[in-house]
Structure formats: structure tokens, C-alpha cells
């Protein structure tokens, strides 16, 4: 990625990419939701399988078109530990976030439901940010460590990281500032109240720079 003819193909693939992850975590959670009868442990399972397994999925299909990022914190923490190029934060960055909103609007589209919603689902508090600050830190290690190393593992990895992440934390693991904006425009089961958008986002900040941290120390032992 030398000009900047050649990023149109990257920011392609990280805008789809983006945009099939949020299709699949919004209308997971509501295809579970309408089938679960009202159980919501039956339906954040179906809502993590299907997500880890999309994830997965376009992992595979685009990474060799961009990496694979699909998330702002991501982005950055590789670009920040020299595993990709800085000029990329910002273009990455935006095509995720504008991605994750069509791909939002796509899963509502799909379920005949308005496409264009704020959520009212309240997500705040200590609990949740330090669920968030844990997701995004061990997202962010794996990652950073997985890449270093050159893991043909690493899809897989961050898939199932995913899938447990939904569950040993408390707030259900967004781990990802373009989901969670995106999630905001959701009045669905995997809506966040846009209010409460902004201490998640800076919990996963605050978890990719512990995450960039650690894995520097691990490097360098």
C-alpha cells in the first residue's frame, strides 16, 4: 500500500467487512431475540455464535485485502506497535464506523423494521466499562501478538476469543469503538443508548493501550 490508489481496495474491504459484522451481530440478536421465547441467556448464545462465526468467516474472506481490522482499536494498536501503516488509522477508521452504520441499517432493513433508530438499552456504569476495558485489552493482546508472530491460528483465535468474550464479561463485549456507535443506532437486543456510547468507547481505548503495553513487555522478555 504505497499510493493512494492502492488503499481503495483496503478501504473497500474494511467497509464491507465492517458492514457484513454489524448485519450479522444486530440481526443475530434480533432473529434470537423473536425465536428465543424471552429467554435472553438462549439468545445471547445464538447472538454469540453467530457473530464469531461471521467474524470468522470475513477474517478469512478479507484479510489478505486489509487485514482484516474491522474496528478502530484494532486499527490503531497495530499501526501504533508497527504492524500497520499509520497513514491508514484515519481512512480505517472512518469506512469502519460509516460500514458498521449500513450494516446496521441493513439488518433492520432485513427484519422490516425503521432503518433509522436510537437505542434505549442502558449500558453503563464501573461493571460495564471494566467489561469493556477486558474485552478490548485481551482482544487487542491477541491480536498484537497473533500478527507478530504471523499465527495462521489468528482468525480462529479472535472468533472464539468473540464467542467467550459475549459471556465472561460483563457488558457482553463490544471491544470495538465502530460497533459500539454503530450499536447505538439499534433500538434492538444488541443496542447500546448512544448517552452511554462514550464511556464504552473510552474503555476500549483505555483496554488497546494496556493491550499495547503488555504486549511490548511480552516482546521484549
Do not use: C, K
Given at each position: 500500500m504505497?499510493?493512494?490508489?492502492?488503499?481503495?481496495?483496503?478501504?473497500?474491504a474494511e467497509f464491507v467487512g465492517?458492514?457484513?459484522?454489524?448485519?450479522?451481530?444486530?440481526?443475530?440478536?434480533?432473529?434470537?431475540?423473536?425465536?428465543?421465547?424471552?429467554?435472553?441467556g438462549v439468545a445471547?448464545?445464538?447472538?454469540a455464535i453467530a457473530t464469531g462465526g461471521a467474524l470468522y468467516a470475513l477474517i478469512i474472506m478479507l484479510g489478505p485485502v486489509s487485514g482484516a481490522h474491522f474496528n478502530p482499536a484494532v486499527t490503531v494498536a497495530l499501526a501504533v506497535a508497527g504492524l500497520a501503516e499509520r497513514r491508514c488509522v484515519l481512512p480505517y477508521?472512518?469506512?469502519?464506523?460509516?460500514?458498521?452504520?449500513?450494516?446496521?441499517?441493513l439488518a433492520h432493513l432485513m427484519f422490516d423494521l425503521p432503518i433509522l433508530q436510537a437505542s434505549t438499552k442502558l449500558r453503563s456504569g464501573i461493571g460495564q466499562w471494566a467489561g469493556e476495558i477486558t474485552a478490548t485489552f485481551g482482544l487487542a493482546l491477541l491480536i498484537l501478538i497473533g500478527a507478530r508472530r504471523g499465527s495462521a491460528?489468528?482468525?480462529?483465535a479472535v472468533a472464539c476469543y468473540i464467542v467467550?468474550?459475549?459471556?465472561?464479561t460483563s457488558s457482553t463485549s463490544f471491544a470495538n469503538p465502530a460497533v459500539t456507535?454503530?450499536?447505538?443506532?439499534?433500538?434492538?437486543?444488541?443496542?447500546?443508548?448512544?448517552?452511554?456510547?462514550?464511556?464504552?468507547?473510552?474503555?476500549?481505548?483505555?483496554?488497546?493501550?494496556?493491550?499495547?503495553?503488555?504486549?511490548?513487555?511480552?516482546?521484549d522478555a
Open positions: 504505497t499510493t493512494s490508489r492502492s488503499l481503495a481496495a483496503p478501504l473497500l465492517t458492514a457484513l459484522l454489524l448485519a450479522a451481530v444486530v440481526g443475530s440478536g434480533i432473529m434470537a431475540e423473536r425465536l428465543s421465547g424471552g429467554n435472553v445471547l448464545l445464538a447472538n477508521a472512518l469506512v469502519q464506523i460509516v460500514g458498521g452504520i449500513v450494516g446496521v441499517w491460528a489468528l482468525p480462529a467467550g468474550a459475549y459471556w465472561f456507535i454503530a450499536r447505538a443506532l439499534s433500538d434492538t437486543f444488541a443496542g447500546i443508548a448512544p448517552a452511554h456510547a462514550p464511556g464504552f468507547i473510552i474503555a476500549q481505548l483505555v483496554g488497546t493501550g494496556v493491550a499495547l503495553l503488555v504486549a511490548r513487555r511480552l516482546r
